[in-house]
């Protein structure tokens, strides 16, 4: 194989790695965010029932959010998160503060969480590689340090994963293709600790990772990823983007007849998550049904 062929395919792989890492900007939920008492309390919070969380935290406008205050502590970034889609400036701006990551694991996991919204959600379109790579890295370093700090919590993995996808994309493609392994194992660890965190966040993005990395020169897998994401549609049935994801990969494993059934069914279930992140899922459940008929 030549240098020239080599240099195609790594850019092509990087090609499919980023769009794998920026589509995951629609994996987010609205889950009740983990109290922060204890870490048993909040382990045992993380396993709860996905679609009771995200009725008992939909947005809600009746809530000021010209009053809250932006700072590293839980009880700000739950009211900062009950309301995000309001606060896409004022969440910038926070960030690129680079706020003191404390010795906290539930501060540490929500500021990753936060990053990772602001960074696929917040941020105008057309802004600067520099810029989002800073919001990412908020939530890179934070979801790091959270994880480490708590090993066996879901949280920290989840979203340090997450954010690592953003960052990588940001950087460049081959720092996407890079980031791809890391982020990986990271999810793994989330699965072994509890594979319905997020409306089966963990299994989703990993078999998105699969689906859309080449196999080539990475680890793609459509498979892999037909395993992962029927696991999460089994485990989470109610969310709309478990079902979007089964969906292209039934397109290519199976037809597209199967696929279209299967976003048919996604636009019957009702939301769970922000109002950004639905939006976003309604306009993908369009874009593939044209694509695919």
Avoid: C
């Avoid at 609205?30 to 109290?35: K, T």
Wanted: zero cysteines; aromatic letters at 8%.
């Amino acid at each position: 194989m030549t240098l020239w062929t080599h240099a195609r395919l790594a850019r092509r792989a990087g090609a499919f790695a980023g769009l794998a890492l920026v589509q995951l900007a629609a994996s987010a939920g609205n889950e009740v965010p983990a109290p922060a008492a204890s870490s048993t309390s909040a382990a045992q919070s993380s396993s709860a029932s996905p679609a009771a969380s995200s009725s008992a935290s939909a947005p809600s406008t009746g809530n000021n959010s010209s009053q809250i205050v932006f700072e590293p502590t839980v009880k700000a970034l739950d009211a900062i998160w009950a309301v995000r889609h309001e606060l896409h400036a004022k969440i910038i701006e926070f960030l690129k503060k680079k706020p003191a990551l404390p010795e906290d694991y539930e501060v540490l996991w929500r500021l990753s969480r936060l990053s990772y919204y602001a960074g696929f959600f917040a941020l105008p379109q057309g802004v600067a590689a520099d810029e989002k790579m800073a919001i990412f890295q908020v939530g890179s370093e934070s979801g790091d340090k959270a994880r480490r700090l708590a090993p066996a919590r879901v949280e920290g993995h989840y979203w340090y994963a997450v954010t690592l996808g953003g960052w990588g994309i940001a950087k460049g493609i081959l720092n996407a293709l890079s980031s791809a392994k890391p982020m990986r194992e990271s999810l793994t660890e989330a699965i072994k600790i509890d594979p319905k965190y997020h409306f089966s966040g963990p299994l989703r993005v990993r078999g998105r990772l699969y689906n859309k990395l080449p196999g080539m020169i990475s680890f793609g897998d459509n498979k892999l990823a037909l395993e992962d994401l029927k696991r999460a549609v089994s485990l989470a049935p109610e969310s709309k983007l478990n079902h979007i994801y089964l969906a292209e990969v039934q397109s290519k494993l199976q037809s597209k007849a199967e696929a279209l059934k299967t976003l048919e069914f996604a636009k019957s279930l009702p939301d769970v998550v922000g109002v950004s992140e639905e939006a976003s899922y309604r306009k993908e459940i369009s874009e593939l049904e044209n694509r695919y008929r």
